[in-house]
């Protein structure tokens, strides 16, 4: 049975559920669960999508919800604000959840519609996702060759975005792929690759790749090993919080358990699993563990028991539809009938058997039923069908490596052997048998079992106890922040109550200060009153005259002031938002202390026209590439600043969160940004920038330098020369001619040389004659002053430019950058 956990994932702040089902395996291949991560788009109100595929147990509960989900998803599709990659990722879920429910024409239309747009877009995570689920549905169905060719290819496309996560799937379904052709060696190579892929990623659902491994360990009678990658994935389980891979691994050690003997303990932790399957409603699988329980009691002796556990199985493994648990029922059921002598009822249930895993190519278990038919016709003394059919036994069982059915093809070719004179074969057979018992059960690997088991429990018993005294510390902790800060708290009341009194007296003096005073000046003003009133009335006749006047300049004076207020406040208003784009525009550009830690020797001359630009730069450094761009915006002070914050925005998109760092395909992809950011389709706006893009690589002492442009050209000073590299004529934004497109130049510097680039502010300034200041200029000042530090180069450059300009105002944005490699 193919398992994968639950997850949660998130459509515009909904909690959504992406399920289906897959082909039934036995209980023993389990898949760790994989969360399908394309790149996060984010809109305005959070708009998140992230895709997580889950294949789950499927329950008439869960169909309903599964209907709902599904209508969910198609409405998301609906909504105008979606962006392409994350149709693409809806596109994914409805073809993963068409899948539960088997709608097969459902499953192509979304198929095709996700490649389509993937491919149109250049979105690698979403096509390799659909790609992914492609090849697991052709394990599904049996299209071992179809599944192999596409996973092999998936995988390239995923290791050239180095997707963790997609790598590590794809490796895990290769190793299932080998597991089910039962090539083991390879099948545990390419599942200790998944788990080493995914290395530092939380994935709760990893533990399912051990209990994988462990099965094939077991088989392949390494029970030792087995054990301690078992119980890697019991501890990441405990860790994670989860129980479905908890039981799972549980039952496997059962496994190893019974082929050991020790049935009891087996039988324990089957029940347990039993239990915990028939709780949560997960019917797959639960007749591969009813069959498991039947062995048990068959070894036990309980054949009545046994046959009833059998039966159970087969009943829900046919429900169901697990081919290889039916097969392994019928398998068992014919051995108990053999073992009652019921021969007739045995070859019955066995041929049904055979005739299934001859079908599937279950190549494991077809080695016991191959025995058990020997078996039976051994008992018929039909000597020569026996031979034939142990002797395939064995075959099998080689070829797939299980030294348990060597074992027991051994022990009855011995018999058939003897009975039929061939002495010398059964010696054989029995050095083959005795060297599997051996391997198998010996003191030594009870021993070891013992202590792996023993030192388990003591490193979880040490886990919990650590866990219990962090947990007190942390509460001791808290009560002690609790009572400082309480006793903070009293202080700084008594504090703030004492100075309060202090002011209030302080204020209360004052006051009767003051009212002395008012008094004395009353007296006066008094006085004053009485010789004014005298005058007042020789000023009336005068003031008549000037009265109409005077409403007149008051009425203007108002409306003066007035304005000259609105105006004021206004002015301070567009200042303050202005300094407010300046710090934000400021904060995207790249730091100092980051950009002197990357080009210790470099020079950078930015000088605004206004006071914000339409002129930036951005540096990014991945793990092994230096991404600089130097980009000039269409117009210049505030529209040219939002063009800015746009640029630097779609290039930590581009570079950061899709991780492309070829020059030339940066361009395109910001030149299509822009086009949608701005919608220029339908507003007919053509802003834009002109761009250079250079990605430096140091590999090996030998520096590789790639380069595109966009109407921007490159300077490079190398092997004692000036070289200019072309750009493409064609700018980022805008409606274009399509036949224009940017490419990507390659060159290989020395340490020591240098790069310039910057945009066409400088050259473009001109001079009280309106000449301009050019590239050639540039170009002549960088030819004479290359052996000087860039320091010194920026001091030339910016002398020249300022003696050129003079008293002239500064035509555009200057920004100019110098580095050293």
């Known amino acids: 049975m193919l398992l994968l956990s639950w997850r949660r994932n998130f459509f515009y702040n909904q909690q959504l559920t992406i399920k289906r089902t897959m082909k039934n395996y036995w209980i023993a291949v389990l898949l760790p669960p994989f969360k399908f991560r394309p790149q996060i788009q984010q809109l305005k109100k959070g708009y998140q999508t992230l895709l997580v595929l889950y294949v789950v147990c499927l329950t008439n509960a869960?169909?309903?919800?599964?209907?709902?989900?599904?209508?969910?998803?198609?409405?998301?599709?609906?909504?105008?604000e979606i962006v392409d990659t994350q149709r693409v990722d809806v596109y994914n879920a409805?073809?993963?959840?068409?899948?539960?429910?088997?709608?097969?024409?459902?499953?192509?239309?979304?198929?095709?519609?996700?490649?389509?747009?993937?491919?149109?877009?250049?979105?690698?995570?979403?096509?390799?996702?659909?790609n992914l689920l492609i090849a697991n549905r052709q394990l599904n169905v049996g299209q071992h060759k179809e599944a192999q060719a596409?996973?092999?290819?998936?995988?390239?496309?995923?290791?050239?975005?180095?997707?963790?996560?997609?790598?590590?799937?794809?490796?895990?379904?290769?190793?299932?792929l080998s597991y089910e052709q039962d090539d083991y060696p390879k099948a545990l190579a390419l599942l200790h690759k998944s788990i080493k892929t995914r290395q530092g990623i939380i994935n709760e659902n990893i533990s399912y790749a051990y209990i994988l491994i462990g099965r094939i360990l077991n088989k392949q009678g390494n029970y030792t090993r087995a054990l301690q990658k078992l119980q890697e994935g019991l501890t990441l389980s405990e860790k994670t919080g989860n129980r479905t891979s908890y039981f799972y691994i549980s039952s496997t050690i059962g496994n190893i358990h019974e082929e050991q003997?020790?049935?009891?303990?087996?039988?324990?932790?089957?029940?347990?699993?039993?239990?915990?399957?028939?709780?949560?409603?997960?019917?797959?699988?639960?007749?591969?563990?009813?069959?498991?329980?039947?062995?048990?009691?068959?070894?036990?002796?309980?054949?009545?028991?046994?046959?009833?556990?059998?039966?159970?199985?087969?009943?829900?493994?046919?429900?169901a539809r697990e081919k290889k648990n039916i097969m392994i029922a019928l398998a068992n059921i014919g051995k108990i009938a053999l073992e009652q002598n019921k021969t007739a009822s045995a070859f019955e249930y066995l041929r049904e058997a055979l005739k299934m895993g001859l079908k599937a190519n279950f190549k494991a278990e077809l080695a016991q039923v191959y025995a058990n038919l020997g078996q039976a016709y051994y008992n018929q003394k039909n000597y020569l069908q026996a031979q034939l059919h142990l002797e395939k036994s064995l075959q099998l069982a080689r070829e797939v490596g299980i030294p348990s059915a060597l074992k027991d093809a051994a022990e009855q070719l011995i018999k058939v052997y003897k009975t039929t004179g061939q002495y010398q074969q059964a010696l054989v057979q029995y050095e083959l048998f005795k060297k599997m018992s051996d391997s198998l059960f010996n003191e030594s690997n009870t021993k070891k079992l013992t202590r792996i088991e023993a030192q388990y429990?003591?490193?979880?018993?040490?886990?919990?106890?650590?866990?219990?005294?962090?947990?007190?510390?942390?509460?001791?902790?808290?009560?002690?922040?609790?009572?400082?800060?309480?006793?903070?708290?009293?202080?700084?009341?008594?504090?703030?109550?004492?100075?309060?009194?202090?002011?209030?007296?302080?204020?209360?003096?004052?006051?009767?200060?003051?009212?002395?005073?008012?008094?004395?000046?009353?007296?006066?003003?008094?006085?004053?009153?009485?010789?004014?009133?005298?005058?007042?009335?020789?000023?009336?006749?005068?003031?008549?005259?000037?009265?109409?006047?005077?409403?007149?300049?008051?009425?203007?004076?108002?409306?003066?002031?007035?304005?000259?207020?609105?105006?004021?406040?206004?002015n301070l208003m567009v200042s303050q938002s202005i300094r407010s784009a300046q710090t934000i525009q400021e904060a995207i550009l790249p730091q100092k202390d980051k950009f002197h830690h990357i080009f210790a020797d470099h020079f950078i001359i930015n000088r605004p026209k206004d006071v914000v630009s339409g002129d930036f730069y951005w540096l990014h450094k991945t793990i092994d590439k230096i991404i600089l761009v130097v980009a000039d915006c269409t117009g210049h002070g505030v529209s040219g600043a939002f063009m800015t914050l746009?640029?630097?925005?779609?290039?930590?998109?581009?570079?950061?969160?899709?991780?492309?760092?070829?020059?030339?395909?940066?361009?395109?992809?910001?030149?299509?940004?822009?086009?949608?950011?701005?919608?220029?389709?339908?507003?007919?706006?053509?802003?834009g920038m002109d761009a250079v893009v250079i990605a430096v690589e140091n590999l090996l002492g030998e520096i590789k330098l790639d380069f595109a442009g966009a109407k921007n050209n490159?300077?490079?000073?190398?092997?004692?020369?000036?070289?200019?590299?072309?750009?493409?004529?064609?700018?980022?934004?805008?409606?274009?001619?399509?036949?224009?497109?940017?490419?990507?130049?390659?060159?290989?510097?020395?340490?020591?040389?240098?790069?310039?680039?910057?945009?066409?502010?400088?050259?473009?300034?001109?001079?009280?004659?309106?000449?301009?200041?050019?590239?050639k200029r540039i170009k002549s000042l960088i030819q004479d002053s290359w052996h000087l530090t860039l320091s010194d180069q920026r001091q030339r450059l910016e002398a020249a430019l300022d003696a050129h300009k003079k008293d002239e105002p500064q035509r555009d944005d200057i920004l100019w950058i110098g580095l050293k490699v």
């Open 62 to 80: 869960f169909a309903q919800k599964h209907i709902s989900y599904m209508d969910s998803l198609k409405k998301e599709l609906k909504k105008p």
């Open 94 to 130: 409805l073809l993963s959840a068409y899948y539960v429910i088997t709608d097969s024409d459902k499953m192509i239309y979304y198929q095709k519609k996700a490649l389509e747009l993937a491919k149109k877009i250049n979105y690698i995570s979403g096509w390799v996702t659909t």
């Open 150 to 176: 596409l996973l092999k290819l998936t995988l390239s496309d995923a290791l050239r975005i180095n997707n963790k996560e997609l790598i590590g799937f794809a490796f895990h379904l290769l190793g299932v």
């Open 261 to 319: 003997g020790n049935y009891s303990i087996a039988l324990r932790l089957y029940q347990k699993t039993l239990t915990f399957c028939k709780q949560e409603k997960k019917m797959m699988g639960i007749g591969a563990i009813y069959n498991q329980i039947g062995v048990v009691h068959q070894k036990l002796g309980n054949q009545a028991e046994a046959l009833k556990m059998h039966q159970k199985g087969l009943l829900i493994s046919r429900k």
């Open 457 to 570: 429990e003591f490193d979880r018993e040490k886990d919990s106890l650590r866990a219990l005294e962090a947990s007190k510390r942390q509460v001791l902790d808290a009560q002690i922040k609790s009572q400082t800060a309480n006793k903070r708290a009293a202080l700084l009341g008594l504090g703030l109550t004492a100075l309060l009194l202090v002011v209030l007296a302080i204020f209360y003096r004052f006051k009767q200060q003051n009212n002395r005073r008012l008094t004395q000046s009353n007296s006066q003003l008094s006085e004053a009153n009485d010789l004014l009133s005298e005058q007042q009335e020789k000023i009336i006749s005068q003031n008549e005259e000037l009265q109409q006047q005077q409403e007149e300049i008051l009425s203007q004076q108002e409306f003066v002031e007035q304005k000259n207020k609105e105006l004021s406040q206004i």
């Open 646 to 687: 746009i640029g630097a925005n779609l290039l930590d998109k581009i570079i950061k969160v899709q991780q492309i760092d070829d020059p030339a395909e940066i361009l395109t992809r910001l030149h299509l940004e822009v086009l949608e950011a701005l919608k220029q389709k339908e507003t007919q706006n053509n802003n």
């Open 714 to 775: 490159l300077l490079v000073w190398s092997a004692g020369e000036l070289q200019e590299l072309k750009g493409a004529r064609k700018a980022i934004g805008g409606y274009q001619s399509e036949s224009l497109f940017f490419e990507s130049s390659h060159i290989t510097l020395q340490q020591g040389d240098l790069i310039y680039l910057g945009s066409d502010g400088m050259e473009d300034q001109n001079n009280a004659k309106r000449r301009k200041f050019s590239r």
